[in-house]
């Protein structure tokens, strides 16, 4: 991209040479050469444990890097190790955890990083309130800006986190927007409006960095692709010059073809329902009834709003129901009550792994067996080596890695392995029913991939799965019905061959829609 004043064109917003870093005797990073040019979007690729995490947290200063490799961003050296250079230079990050304050309102966490507007000492609040309402508007978010951000979806929260690091977008100091999977809770139609306020600040002459997992955002906007593996980058390419199973093979090969064809290859279910759910209202989730019978995979689409984020956790009695019936095999379960959900057969994998579905302060180890102890427990204490045992087994059978690090702290592990640990938790308590909200959010494909084979695995033995996900790839991939949720109630249930992503995709969006 030329420069406005037509002396030539702009520096590459981010230049790496021979960039690395160690964790002690683990080499995280070995060698990276990345080049984002000025006004073009770069997507970044590799599975959990590729180094992605530990490239931004470097560009970024949160990791200093190793002696021998530089940093430039607009072609000015980067001060390795020092956060205020980054952003000094122009670098604007969202992470994947997405740094947000719960208990300020959603216009004080967009201030936090670009200031409050004040006169005489004091916030000038309808001034805050109208700058961040003309940030969310980038994005097509429509929040009050007073609410707390804690009381919010977990997609309107990235909504919030990717709406502050877009919040000065325009301003000329801006030279690098570094977003780390920022879609990986967003419904389809926030997305695509998404994309497009990427597409409006590359072409305003920022460079984007963008990693993501969803491989249908690489080729509808970005203009390079580099993929990440074990530390090293293994190929940097034009998205134009790829097609989707090229790059899928750069990363693990053909997961979704082999999924589909596994499950195509379970047996039909013919046995009685093993789960029933009758006049289930929960929130905007007006009503719901389905049936669900061991060896079968049901999905469950929508859109943010519709009823899907409030089935599953009514279901399990983790949220308020305010009517309805659910039903384990012979056993009816009291609204409310998880551990007797727990004890019937029933499990939950919520969407927001790190809020609702660990405890990131305790180990590995402690995650997996926290849901049955009983069968660990010699009184007066747990029998910790069998513990560990059957932790290491767990690490083993869901390849989880660092393959030995079964005390390490649940919140040091990347995305992906964390969810195999959070998932090994329910499978070692041999349930009758998964309940999986978006099993496979943000993970790798190689974690997706083992995700999904340890779903099949477990229907395959009998137990039933309900999948309630915004991926319709996965969906239709792995499911054998979906049905689908619109303004709290289901309006279709697709099979066979009415079951496509386009078919899932007008369901999901309304008859208007589907009309045009």
Known sequence: ???????????PSLLTRGLSKSFGLTRALTGVDLRVDAGTVHALLGENGSG???LIKTLSGYHHPDPGGSVEVGGQPLQAGVASSAYDLGCRFVHQDLGLVDTC????NVALTTGFPTRCGAVRRKALRRRTEEALQRLGLALDPDTLVGGLAAAERTGVAVARALADADRTSVRLLVLDEPT???????????????????????????????????FEVADDVSVLRDGRKVVTTKARALTRRELVEHLVGGELEEVSA????LPTAHAAPVLRVQDLSAGP??????????GEVVGVAGLTGSGRETLLPAIFGAIPRSSGRVQIGDVILAPGRPDRAIAAGLTLLPADRVRLGGVMSMSARENLTLPALRALWRAPRLRRRLEVAQARTW???????????????LGSFS??????????????????????????????????????????????AGAAAVVSSSDYDELVALCRRVMVLRDGRFVAELSNGALTVAEVAREALGSEDRAA
């Open 1 to 11: 991209m030329e420069r406005a004043d037509g002396a030539g064109p702009l520096p």
């Open 52 to 54: 992605k995490s530990t």
């Open 105 to 108: 309102s959603v216009a004080d």
């Open 184 to 218: 990986a809770t967003l419904p389809d139609t926030e997305v695509k409006q998404l994309l497009a306020v990427v597409r409006a600040v590359a072409a305003s002459g920022v460079g984007v960095l963008y990693v993501t997992h969803h491989l249908d955002e690489v």
């Open 262 to 265: 596994a499950s195509d290859s």
């Open 285 to 294: 989730l007006v009503t719901a009834n389905f049936t669900v019978r061991p």
């Open 395 to 409: 690490f083993e059978r869901l390849d989880v890695r660092p393959r030995g690090a079964v005390d390490a702290p």
């Open 415 to 460: 995305g992906g392995n964390q969810q195999k640990v959070l998932f090994g938790k329910w499978l070692r308590c041999a349930p009758r029913v998964l309940l999986l909200d978006e099993p496979t959010q943000g993970v790798d494909i190689g974690a997706k991939a083992e995700i999904h084979r340890q779903i099949l695995s477990a229907v395959e």
